[in-house]
Structure formats: C-alpha cells, structure tokens
C-alpha cells in the first residue's frame, strides 16, 4: 500500500526566507507527483506536476524535484511572501490517468512579516 | 479554463437527516470524478470514483448505500450523505478529470456539520 508523508507538518519563516517541503513515499512505482496548495476552507490548486520520467520542474519561485528510486520530492519555495501562508500536499499518481491519487499529510506553512 | 464548482459551500443539518452536494465542471466536460473526504488537519481520502452513466466505485470501507453518487451527465456528480450522524462531519471535495487523463481539477469544497 502506499503511503505518503510529507515533513515538516507545519513550518512557519520570516518573509523573505528560501523554505523547502518534502514529500516522501513508499512505493517508487507512480507515473507522476503533483503539489497542491490548499487554503483554509478551501479547495485544491496545482502548483507543479512532475512526470516519472523529469527530475525537476519550476513555475516562477517555486521548483519542485523528483526522486523516484528513493521515494523522494522536494518542493523548494524563494523568496517566500505572506501570500504563500498555506498548507501544501503532494500527491502521487499511481496508475498514469489521473484517477488514483494518494495524498500526503500535508506541510501547513505560514509566512511572517 | 478547467473550472470545478460545489454546492453548497456550507452545510449543517440534524442527525439523520440527507444531505446532497452537486459538483460540476463548468467549462469542460467530464468523463470521470472523484469524491475525497478530509477531516481536520488530516489529509485527502478518496472516497468513490464516478463515470459517467455508470455505477460509482467506492473504495474499501466507504459504504455505498450511505454515500450515493450519481453521475446523470459530463458536467453534473452528486454526492448524498444519507442519514447523516456526527461522524459524518468533514469537508467533501470533489474533482473532475477529462477524457485526457492528464490531471484532476479541484473544487472548493463543501464543509458538512452533523448535529
């Protein structure tokens, strides 16, 4: 069974600071990994899809890496503002369409001024 | 584009008591969507899966008859807590997948309060 962990359960920096998530899971055999953000109360936003097959990918000031033969991913943050304050889960995809997604715990971040 | 929508936002209802929660893909059309359950400070849990025009499967230990779904069209799922109790409290969210496997788009969820 796959399991999905993600350390730190909450983090909290000043403005301003580089921060890194990390996502770990069990079983290496998934065809992606994605990152969500979640507001409080909220819904899900994808932030970052990484195929098996990439090491890395980045979207503005956020850079996500994969290590699939060690169960691992990292999402690294720059520059962090307020507006990052949430929680973010990754998610592996073990089927490749998209339909069994399992979900880490989740990093609740909070950013201050 | 990729827009999912839940109705309500917000529900509280007495024990025992049905409550349903739509989903619906407003800008394309949905071929397979998925019910999660979250319960404070926990992560997602997939609850069901639906296609469209056919019976939902539910993941082991979600009862079907507690937790009906219907997924009547490519844009419209509902999910209905059936004789709802406390412990069916939680945030429901669901999401949508189009015919291109490529991601699950996320609604904003629907807090349900059982009292």
């Known amino acids: 069974k796959q399991e999905v962990t993600q350390i730190p359960a909450a983090l909290s920096v000043p403005e301003g600071e580089n921060l890194v998530l990390n996502c770990s899971f069990t079983?290496?055999?998934?065809?992606?990994l994605q990152w969500f953000r979640q507001d409080p109360g909220k819904g899900l936003t994808s932030l970052l899809l990484?195929?098996?097959?990439?090491r890395e990918q980045t979207s503005g000031r956020l850079n996500a890496s994969l290590d699939k033969s060690s169960g691992r991913s990292t999402l690294y943050i720059a520059a962090s503002q307020p507006g990052d304050s949430a929680t973010y889960l990754c998610?592996?995809?073990?089927?490749?369409?998209?339909?069994?997604?399992?979900f880490g715990t989740g990093t609740r971040l909070q950013v201050t001024l | 584009g990729a827009v999912v929508s839940q109705h309500p936002s917000r529900v509280i209802c007495k024990s025992g008591t049905s409550v349903k929660i739509e989903c619906r893909s407003l800008?394309?059309?949905?071929?397979?969507m998925f019910w999660y359950r979250q319960f404070p400070k926990q992560s997602l849990m997939l609850m069901a899966t639906?296609?469209?025009?056919?019976?939902?499967?539910?993941e082991q230990g979600v009862e079907k008859d507690k937790f009906l779904i219907n997924h009547a069209s490519l844009t419209l799922s509902t999910l209905t807590v059936t004789s709802a109790h406390p412990e069916d409290s939680s945030f429901y969210i669901c999401?949508?997948?189009?015919?291109?496997?490529?991601?699950?788009?996320f609604g904003p969820g629907t807090r349900l309060t059982v009292l």
């Open positions: 999401s949508a997948r189009t015919g291109g496997l490529d991601t699950q788009y």
């Open positions: 079983d290496s055999a998934i065809y992606n």
């Open positions: 990484i195929q098996s097959s990439q």
């Open positions: 998610a592996v995809d073990r089927t490749g369409t998209a339909s069994k997604l399992t």
């Open positions: 800008d394309f059309q949905a071929t397979t």
């Open positions: 639906s296609n469209e025009g056919s019976k939902a499967t539910y």
